[in-house]
């Protein structure tokens, strides 16, 4: 299976938490059923991007870098590579590269969707992310690093995110009930 299929496949099958989350599921099926590209960054101005919402192991606490480039605090997550195989793989790997931390235990099923504009993606300036956002919980007593692709990397308690857009706001809250 490849990885468009996987991706195609995982958002079919998936149970959307609310009605806007339905809307944007809808958009996502459509996208990949008209763009067998959509996965890729040669995809404008959408394609399809994997994060991941690291929580600590007691729940308490989220994971975020400092995009370098945005400038915000974020989930971890970015581009598809030719080299995975699942959405949920690209999530782990990206999480994976922009944390240090090894032995996540991540769900394999999407917790949120968020399509939003990348103006530094792409040389147009006009590019959407269509994101397929992941949850993991990190093992006990490892630290995080920070990669290239981040100024700063550190855990924040749920309730006192550094940059609380509702979008973060509903990821945690989401990823949260899902581990309850």
Known sequence: ????????????????????????QERYVEHLRAHPDGLTRACVPDHLTASTLVLSPDHDRVLLTLHAKAERWFQLGGHCEPGDETLSGAARREAVEESG??????DPVPVQLSEHAVPFCGSSGDVHHLDVRFVAVAPAGVA??????????????????????????????LARRRLA
């Open 1 to 24: 299976m490849s990885l468009h299929d996987d991706a195609l496949a995982t958002l079919t099958d998936w149970s959307a938490p609310t009605d806007a989350q339905r809307r944007l």
């Open 101 to 106: 931390l090894s032995g996540l235990r991540l």
């Open 144 to 173: 995080p690093a920070v990669s290239d692709e981040s100024l700063d990397v550190r855990w924040w308690a749920y309730d006192a995110l550094p940059d609380p857009q509702p979008d973060l706001v509903e990821l945690v809250g």
